[in-house]
């Protein structure tokens, strides 16, 4: 199984995901999906500017794939992270797992995103509804602890 | 006898610098090419070096703990040796997902 990982600026379809992962398959009997919204932060923030490092970015997604690949018996793996400017309500990631079984696929998913916000290399930076360009969004403490509990 | 590989205490190698986010806005470039003193064993004697350069550099790591690095895409320590790294980068912590 290897992993599918995309870094694009365009948005995506979860369901043409989902179909491409698993349609005319009948070992799959789990797909768990986390999409990631960029949120308004109650009306403040008119976009998430998105800055990330091509080719790192591909590389360190894929070598956190390949970690869950070998973690859990996974049967599909697909990571999807957008770039450039994203609006309120729009999508910003996508995770999908398969795998004969549930717990594999949410387990694997949720080690997924733990490593994908602390390890994959992009950085956030808020565009405000007044106009202004706010400051870089800072990393959360809790994100490595989250990220953390997997090691021990 | 076989001649010692030309690598001396004042040699130099060149490298490609990349840096990202604020780390790219206080230095002020996206990305250099460089000529680096070959005896830079680890991460944080490039960034010793670097703030040695000018105030910008100074500004960028004026918190050396907060600023992380990548030798050829792989995250690196600051205790990391440089080893034959060609492209190194320094950025923020990260905030995707």
């Known amino acids: 199984m290897s992993p599918l990982i995309r870094i694009q600026r365009e948005d995506f379809s979860l369901q043409d995901e989902i179909d491409a992962l698993s349609v005319g398959r009948s070992d799959i009997g789990a797909v768990v999906s986390f999409t990631g919204l960029c949120r308004d932060e109650a009306g403040t923030l008119a976009a998430l500017e998105l800055e990330h490092y091509p080719g790192m970015a591909e590389a360190e997604i894929g070598r956190v794939a390949e970690a869950a690949v070998a973690r859990w018996p996974l049967l599909g793996l697909v990571a999807i992270h957008r770039y450039g400017l994203i609006r309120p309500g729009e999508q910003i990631v996508l995770v999908l797992t398969a795998s004969a079984h549930r717990r594999a696929a949410f387990e694997a998913a949720d080690f997924m995103m733990d490593y994908l916000k602390t390890r994959a290399p992009f950085w956030k930076r808020e565009h405000r509804a007044d106009g202004t360009l706010g400051g870089w969004v800072e990393a959360k403490g809790e994100d490595d602890d989250a990220a953390e509990r997997w090691s021990r | ?97």
């Open chain 2, 1 to 97: 006898m076989t001649a010692a590989p030309a690598m001396t205490a004042t040699g130099t190698r060149t490298v490609k610098l990349v840096y990202f986010a604020w780390v790219r806005e206080r230095v002020g470039i996206p990305d250099e090419t460089l000529d680096i003193p070959t005896d830079l064993a680890t991460v944080t004697d490039l960034v010793r070096w670097l703030k040695a350069r000018g105030e910008n550099y100074q500004a960028a790591f004026a918190r050396e703990a907060l600023v992380r690095a990548a030798l050829d895409h792989v995250h690196a320590k600051p205790g990391s040796p440089l080893g034959d790294a060609r492209e190194i980068a320094f950025f923020p912590p990260m905030t995707g997902g």
